[in-house]
């Protein structure tokens, strides 16, 4: 597969969302690193986008939301400490997982009840959102065990040739990946600390 790179103008987000709507894999620029990507609502996209990565299939995607009005199309039962966070750290480097609703491919989930996700604090990824009008199935734009690239140049080096689009927006502003939380259960629970602190999820739902 050609891998095409292109810039961050308007017709290059419109070429991205077009890759997208056919059931391509991206990769694009975010607040933390790099994301590759597919429609999460194409199943046989998805699936594409493990290939590319090479990710266990037990691994499951998260999503990427354009805003907060979003989140009823792939959760339920949100409990009030997601509103308090999403309040406080949306757009931002913070994934809830959430317990998911049937719309979701089982491919997204890897078969589970919850999903991950997240709204991302970056221009460019927010314009394909709202083009795009869907939740992006996303995850760092890397192979599977190797280093999440903060720089087009890092996911040309792992991914040229196994995606459709690479969107070059230049270095990312954060640079590390984004805290994970688990709202699933009573109390909140850390499962990977990124650029949000355990303090700071704390303060937030007091």
Not at 5 to 31: C, K, M, N
Not at 97 to 104: E, K, S
Not at 118 to 126: A, L, M
Not at 180 to 197: E, H, N, Q
């Amino acid at each position: 597969m050609d891998t095409i790179r292109t810039g961050t103008q308007p017709e290059d987000i419109r070429r991205a969302v077009e890759s997208l709507q056919r059931g391509q894999v991206i990769a694009f620029p975010t607040d933390t690193v790099y994301g590759v990507g597919a429609h999460a609502m194409q199943p046989k996209a998805v699936e594409q986008l493990y290939v590319a990565k090479q990710r266990p299939r037990d691994k499951a995607i998260p999503l990427l939301l354009p805003d907060l009005d979003a989140l009823v199309q792939v959760a339920v039962s949100v409990p009030d400490a997601a509103y308090a966070l999403a309040e406080r750290f949306w757009p931002g480097a913070l994934t809830m997982i959430l317990r998911r609703t049937p719309q979701i491919p089982d491919v997204v989930t890897a078969g589970g009840e919850t999903v991950a996700v997240r709204i991302p604090d970056h221009p460019v990824t927010q314009a394909l959102l709202v083009a795009l009008n869907a939740p992006l199935a996303a995850t760092s734009a890397n192979l599977s065990g190797q280093p999440a690239p903060d720089t087009a140049d890092g996911v040309w080096e792992q991914l040229a040739g196994r995606i459709g689009l690479l969107v070059d927006g230049g270095t990312c502003p954060g640079g590390v990946a984004s805290t994970i939380v688990d709202l699933t259960t009573p109390a909140l629970k850390v499962l990977r600390l990124g650029g949000i602190s355990e303090q700071q999820l704390l303060d937030a739902i007091k």
